[in-house]
T-cell receptor
Framework: NAGVTQTPKFQVLKTGQSMTLQCAQD?????MSWYRQDPGMGLRLIHY???????DQGEVPNGYNVSRSTTEDFPLRLLSAAPSQTSVYFC???????????FGSGTRLTVV | GIQVEQSPPDLILQEGANSTLRCNFS?????LQWFHQNPWGQLINLFY???GTKQNGRLSATTVATERYSLLYISSSQTTDSGVYFC?????????????FGKGTSLLVTP
């Protein structure tokens, strides 16, 4: 029972590079979301999805792109990395948006 | 969005002591959760508790929705309880919901 799996756990990027953070869940959850955690700012919502083929923006979507082609996977793409995107990224899933959430173990990203 | 305030921001306990963490929120909610972020950064869902009381071992939580607060009780604390405790409530974002987190209570349990 893997739950929510995020890869990679750590990543260093140069400014301007692009990359994809992977998120997969095996609980058949419809609702998936991406958060970033920054010191003093708490966790903030980047993008979310209420099912395959359906995505929407959260509080801080600029510079990020998502897609949801399957129920299991919800990748987050950084189009052109900037130092302001240095953060810890968490993926979460839930059966329904009004139930308990399960979080992945996070990806620590540094942009230099 | 709904404002979430947690207190105290920091707490140091000796092993075996009890503690109460508080979460106040600014509007009525139908989804409130408590999380523990351990020293390795992992977020663990402790309780989904929009109202009422739940217990899980040494931890219990109570939410009084009409008065807009929730309490997390830790009894007989252990060093493994150290970390940050977050309260989060669901709020409407565009076509769905998102969790709005408080700033957390940082707990250190000393031997």
């Amino acid at each position: 029972n893997a739950g929510v799996t995020q890869t990679p756990k750590f990543q260093v990027l140069k400014t301007g590079q692009s990359m994809t953070l992977q998120c997969a869940q095996d609980m058949n959850h419809e609702y998936m979301s991406w958060y970033r955690q920054d010191p003093g700012m708490g966790l903030r919502l980047i993008h979310y999805s209420v099912g395959a083929g359906i995505t929407d923006q959260g509080e801080v979507p600029n510079g990020y792109n998502v897609s949801r082609s399957t129920t299991e996977d919800f990748p987050l793409r950084l189009l052109s990395a900037a130092p302001s995107q240095t953060s810890v990224y968490f993926c979460a899933s839930t059966q329904d948006s009004l139930y308990g959430y399960t979080f992945g173990s996070g990806t620590r990203l540094t942009v230099v | 969005g709904i404002q979430v305030e947690q207190s105290p921001p920091d707490l140091i306990l000796q092993e075996g002591a009890n503690s109460t963490l508080r979460c106040n929120f600014s509007d009525s909610v139908n989804n409130l959760q408590w999380f523990h972020q351990n020293p390795w950064g992992q977020l663990i869902n402790l309780f989904y508790i929009p109202s009422g009381t739940k217990q899980n071992g040494r931890l219990s939580a109570t939410t009084v929705a009409t008065e807009r607060y929730s309490l997390l009780y830790i009894s007989s604390s252990q060093t493994t309880d150290s970390g940050v405790y977050f309260c989060a409530v669901a709020w409407v974002v565009n076509s769905g919901y998102a969790l709005n987190f408080g700033k957390g209570t940082s707990l250190l349990v000393t031997p």
